[in-house]
């Protein structure tokens, strides 16, 4: 229907949006919305809810809270969302606080993001600053338990973690315009706030190179560690030792003595020989990165120098295998899975560095040599498996445990299996079954 | 011949023009319609010894095609006519090449093979006997190189992937420098490259699910497409037909992903299975002159050959 050229559709829609602006863009609370008696308010409220009487005399109150103002996140009478809170308790915060997250952060905490702001904070009052659930560090530590036991058990702290404002001294608890990881600034700014990198006692500890402008990250634990100045517990031995020439050119430059994973070799000739004699090279061992596409060259707390996890350092390049292993993870029927999968230790089944064998796998085959590693394949089924049962579909490949499991997870699929239900999975070969 | 159009024609007139407009503009897309039809698949020799982890395979011509039998180190050259396998394969062997990953034949039927464990290239000839490593000649300083994969083009021009120095190195059919494209600043890992009718030198990103480009002349890579991660899980080989569309093997996604000239997606074929059609790991794939498409489809130890129904 139209009236003078205006479609009235249009015109219903265009209401509709400015109506549903108005409901979700309204001040939090306006004016007497509820008309409620003069000097009502809070108190109202405070006769059921007694227990905030307690809170009120906390060192901390939420403002609204402190002016009797419970509608303004609340509303008196009936509410779709818990607690009787006017929006979704996700987006409530955010309708006052909108800074804690700007458009523009280069890092931001999950629980920020997920508007879980009663992660840390009490909404209504407590004694500790900013109406936090606890006090100083300790509250970061309930969820980071890795940072709280690497700073209560190293034997050489960071001040900054454990003095003043502990986490909050380096890390913004929102979020941040500046760095990744919530850091107030980048590395080297960061640290240089405190450490003068123009003192002849850093210069001397450094031997004379030139790391002022360096990740410092990339030997020493801002947390702290067992290893003096802080370096990283697994720490490369030319590094512990201070032969820092071993690798590098004279303290003039940063430089390397040599380039790729020649350098490497120099010291591992033999596990680079035998990795070499290999018919697989891992193709990043032999790229311009070489050895430290996966490896720290100086400190990190992973064994072997390993820039991260085994399942997030592989993951950096096969983030799709890795995808399916979480996912199976995840799946809850899926509770026969493979450990080193659960584990998310690719390297149990595959050679990291290169191998004679299709997808880097360790040993030739992989029914009797690798997976009966730790399955006893010949008792595993009724199911004939091994190198002298020929697949029906095919000549050329033998019934292997890789013929109906997928060995670095199937997402959903329980077991590992291949397909998502056995029927599905054993009708491949076994066509007479469907009929 | 004039004639009058009452109301109810002009109707019609409009409604067929408007089909024909609906049509013309879905004509591009028409393309999404094409599809793999299976021709049939090679398993062995001809004295029955089964294909091991096959993972290259090259044309020639119209009937001709080269395997690199990866497991069992060798290279056997077939024939097929009319959808079959004509006896009289030939087996390759040399012992400068242990574990064969990709192979291409230039216009004089000359083999060149991708060694993995060697990651140097071997020349043979035609009738496959050794003729020495492809040792590029003139190369500008780093002259070290590090092979992850080559293409040749119509001409006969050699382009070596160089994963050490991030470049793709460009040989004339002597071997000959002639020039390098350099890797764009930003990128996963280079698994491919191919050369498309028109000179243009093509990169898979098998990590980031790109394919990048550079146009004959260029001198360095921009990006073709953005992330294709919405239809590929990990593409590590790619090829391109006479018309310019690029063919990837999607190696963890078992399946192959045509994409237009422009980069454009334009259809996702085949799929994971042992049964024929299906694929389990593919890697290189050839197209000879009649369009029948080859791939290597390594973890079923065979090579299975489709043609593509428009």
Same mark, same amino acid.
Request: glycine residues 8%; proline residues 4%; positive net charge.
């Given at each position: 229907?139209?009236?003078?050229?205006?479609?009235?559709?249009?015109?219903?829609?265009?209401?509709?949006?400015?109506?549903?602006?108005?409901?979700?863009?309204?001040?939090?609370?306006?004016?007497?919305?509820?008309?409620?008696?003069?000097?009502?308010?809070?108190?109202?409220?405070?006769?059921?809810?007694?227990?905030?009487?307690?809170?009120?005399?906390?060192?901390?109150?939420?403002?609204?809270?402190?002016?009797?103002?419970?509608?303004?996140?609340?509303?008196?009478?009936?509410?779709?969302?818990?607690?009787?809170?006017?929006?979704?308790?996700?987006?409530?915060?955010?309708?006052?606080?909108?800074?804690?997250?700007?458009?523009?952060?280069?890092?931001?905490?999950?629980?920020?993001?997920?508007?879980?702001?009663?992660?840390?904070?009490?909404?209504?009052?407590?004694?500790?600053?900013?109406?936090?659930?606890?006090?100083?560090?300790?509250?970061?530590?309930?969820?980071?338990?890795?940072?709280?036991?690497?700073?209560?058990?190293?034997?050489?702290? !960071?001040?900054?973690? $454990?003095?003043?404002? /502990? #986490?909050?001294? @380096? +890390?913004? &608890? *929102? %979020?941040?315009? =500046?760095?990744?990881?919530?850091?107030?600034?980048?590395?080297?700014?960061?640290?240089?706030?405190?450490?003068?990198?123009?003192?002849?006692?850093?210069?001397?500890?450094?031997?004379?190179?030139?790391?002022?402008?360096?990740?410092?990250?990339?030997?020493?634990?801002?947390?702290?560690?067992?290893?003096?100045?802080?370096?990283?517990?697994?720490?490369?031995?030319?590094?512990?030792?201070?032969?820092?020439?071993?690798?590098?050119?004279?303290?003039?430059?940063?430089?390397?003595?040599?380039?790729?994973?020649?350098?490497?070799?120099?010291?591992?000739?033999?596990?680079?020989?035998?990795?070499?004699?290999?018919?697989?090279? !891992?193709?990043?061992? $032999?790229?311009?990165? /070489? #050895?430290?596409? @996966? +490896?720290? &060259? *100086? %400190?990190?707390? =992973?064994?072997?120098?390993?820039?991260?996890?085994?399942?997030?350092?592989?993951?950096?390049?096969?983030?799709?295998?890795?995808?399916?292993?979480?996912?199976?993870?995840?799946?809850?029927?899926?509770?026969?899975?493979?450990?080193?999968?659960?584990?998310?230790?690719?390297?149990?089944?595959?050679?990291?560095?290169?191998?004679?064998?299709?997808?880097?796998?360790?040993?030739?085959?992989?029914?009797?040599?690798?997976?009966?590693?730790?399955?006893?394949?010949?008792?595993?089924?009724?199911?004939?498996?091994?190198?002298?049962?020929?697949?029906?579909?095919?000549?050329?490949?033998?019934?292997?445990?890789?013929?109906?499991?997928?060995?670095?997870?199937?997402?959903?699929?329980?077991?590992?299996?291949?397909?998502?239900?056995?029927?599905?999975?054993?009708?491949?070969?076994?066509?007479?079954?469907?009929? | 011949?004039?004639?009058?159009?009452?109301?109810?024609?002009?109707?019609?007139?409009?409604?067929?023009?408007?089909?024909?407009?609906?049509?013309?503009?879905?004509?591009?897309?028409?393309?999404?319609?094409?599809?793999?039809?299976?021709?049939?698949?090679?398993?062995?020799?001809?004295?029955?010894?089964?294909?091991?982890?096959?993972?290259?395979?090259?044309?020639?011509?119209?009937?001709?095609?080269?395997?690199?039998?990866?497991?069992?180190?060798?290279?056997?050259?077939?024939?097929?006519?009319?959808?079959?396998?004509?006896?009289?394969?030939?087996?390759?062997?040399?012992?400068?090449?242990?574990?064969?990953?990709?192979?291409?034949?230039?216009?004089?039927?000359?083999?060149?093979?991708?060694?993995?464990?060697?990651?140097?290239?071997?020349?043979?000839?035609?009738?496959?006997?050794?003729?020495?490593?492809?040792?590029?000649?003139?190369?500008?300083?780093?002259?070290?190189?590090?092979?992850?994969?080559?293409?040749?083009?119509?001409?006969?021009?050699?382009?070596?992937?160089?994963?050490?120095?991030?470049?793709?190195?460009?040989?004339?059919?002597?071997?000959?420098?002639?020039?390098?494209?350099?890797?764009?600043?930003?990128?996963?890992?280079?698994?491919?490259?191919?050369?498309?009718?028109?000179?243009?030198?093509?990169?898979?990103?098998?990590?980031?699910?790109?394919?990048?480009?550079?146009?004959?002349?260029?001198?360095?890579?921009?990006?073709?497409?953005?992330?294709?991660?919405?239809?590929?899980?990990?593409?590590?080989?790619?090829?391109?037909?006479?018309?310019?569309?690029?063919?990837?093997?999607?190696?963890?996604?078992?399946?192959?992903?045509?994409?237009?000239?422009?980069?454009?997606?334009?259809?996702?074929?085949?799929?994971?299975?042992?049964?024929?059609?299906?694929?389990?790991?593919?890697?290189?794939?050839?197209?000879?002159?009649?369009?029948?498409?080859?791939?290597?489809?390594?973890?079923?130890?065979?090579?299975?050959?489709?043609?593509?129904?428009?």
């Amino acid at each position: 229907m139209k009236i003078k050229g205006i479609n009235l559709g249009c015109v219903t829609l265009f209401s509709l949006c400015i109506m549903s602006f108005l409901i979700h863009a309204a001040p939090v609370h306006s004016a007497n919305e509820f008309k409620l008696k003069l000097g009502a308010k809070g108190q109202t409220c405070l006769k059921c809810h007694e227990t905030f009487n307690e809170t009120l005399k906390s060192r901390f109150v939420h403002p609204l809270l402190k002016k009797g103002e419970c509608i303004g996140c609340h509303l008196p009478h009936t509410s779709s969302h818990k607690g009787l809170l006017k929006t979704d308790k996700a987006k409530l915060c955010y309708n006052c606080h909108k800074e804690v997250l700007p458009e523009n952060a280069l890092s931001s905490h999950d629980v920020v993001v997920e508007g879980n702001c009663g992660a840390c904070h009490d909404s209504h009052g407590s004694n500790n600053r900013s109406i936090l659930l606890k006090s100083g560090s300790q509250l970061c530590f309930d969820c980071h338990k890795d940072v709280g036991e690497t700073v209560s058990n190293v034997r050489f702290t !960071h001040k900054s973690v $454990v003095q003043d404002k /502990g #986490c909050l001294n @380096c +890390h913004n &608890p *929102h %979020a941040s315009a =500046e760095s990744n990881n919530l850091l107030q600034k980048k590395v080297p700014s960061l640290c240089k706030s405190c450490h003068k990198t123009d003192q002849i006692v850093f210069k001397r500890k450094h031997m004379d190179y030139p790391v002022t402008d360096s990740n410092c990250n990339s030997c020493h634990n801002p947390h702290g560690s067992n290893k003096r100045g802080m370096v990283f517990d697994v720490a490369h031995a030319a590094v512990v030792e201070g032969k820092c020439t071993e690798c590098h050119q004279k303290p003039t430059s940063l430089e390397t003595k040599k380039k790729t994973n020649q350098l490497c070799r120099d010291c591992h000739q033999d596990m680079v020989d035998q990795t070499f004699s290999k018919n697989r090279v !891992h193709w990043p061992l $032999v790229d311009k990165v /070489g #050895c430290v596409n @996966c +490896h720290a &060259p *100086h %400190a990190t707390k =992973e064994q072997k120098l390993l820039k991260g996890s085994v399942v997030k350092v592989c993951g950096r390049c096969h983030a799709d295998t890795v995808q399916l292993q979480e996912w199976s993870i995840k799946n809850p029927e899926n509770e026969r899975l493979c450990e080193p999968v659960k584990r998310g230790n690719c390297i149990v089944c595959h050679s990291p560095h290169g191998a004679d064998n299709i997808l880097l796998i360790r040993e030739q085959s992989v029914t009797t040599d690798l997976c009966g590693r730790c399955h006893e394949w010949e008792t595993h089924s009724t199911h004939p498996i091994g190198a002298k049962i020929i697949d029906n579909r095919n000549k050329n490949l033998t019934v292997e445990c890789l013929t109906c499991h997928q060995a670095c997870g199937t997402g959903n699929n329980p077991a590992m299996l291949t397909f998502s239900t056995t029927h599905e999975l054993c009708i491949q070969c076994h066509v007479e079954r469907i009929k | 011949m004039t004639k009058v159009i009452n109301g109810s024609g002009k109707i019609i007139l409009i409604m067929a023009g408007l089909l024909v407009a609906v049509l013309s503009f879905q004509l591009p897309l028409s393309e999404g319609a094409m599809k793999f039809r299976y021709i049939t698949s090679v398993y062995t020799d001809d004295k029955g010894l089964g294909l091991k982890q096959p993972e290259g395979v090259a044309c020639i011509g119209e009937s001709l095609f080269i395997v690199a039998d990866s497991g069992n180190g060798r290279l056997l050259r077939y024939s097929i006519k009319g959808g079959e396998i004509e006896l009289g394969t030939i087996e390759i062997k040399v012992d400068q090449l242990s574990y064969p990953i990709k192979t291409e034949i230039n216009s004089k039927g000359d083999i060149y093979v991708l060694g993995r464990k060697e990651r140097s290239i071997v020349r043979l000839s035609p009738a496959g006997e050794f003729r020495g490593h492809l040792q590029p000649l003139g190369l500008p300083s780093p002259a070290a190189y590090v092979v992850r994969s080559f293409a040749i083009d119509r001409n006969d021009n050699i382009y070596i992937l160089d994963i050490l120095f991030e470049r793709v190195l460009i040989l004339d059919p002597a071997g000959r420098y002639v020039a390098q494209i350099k890797f764009p600043d930003e990128y996963g890992f280079f698994s491919d490259v191919a050369v498309d009718f028109r000179g243009a030198v093509l990169l898979i990103d098998g990590v980031d699910g790109m394919v990048f480009s550079a146009g004959k002349n260029s001198a360095r890579f921009s990006p073709l497409t953005s992330s294709l991660k919405e239809y590929v899980r990990f593409p590590t080989s790619l090829t391109t037909d006479d018309r310019g569309r690029i063919y990837l093997a999607d190696r963890n996604g078992a399946s192959i992903i045509i994409l237009g000239q422009d980069g454009s997606f334009l259809s996702r074929q085949s799929g994971m299975g042992w049964k024929e059609g299906s694929l389990n790991y593919p890697a290189q794939m050839c197209i000879n002159k009649k369009g029948e498409i080859f791939v290597a489809d390594t973890m079923n130890s065979r090579i299975e050959i489709f043609e593509l129904v428009e």
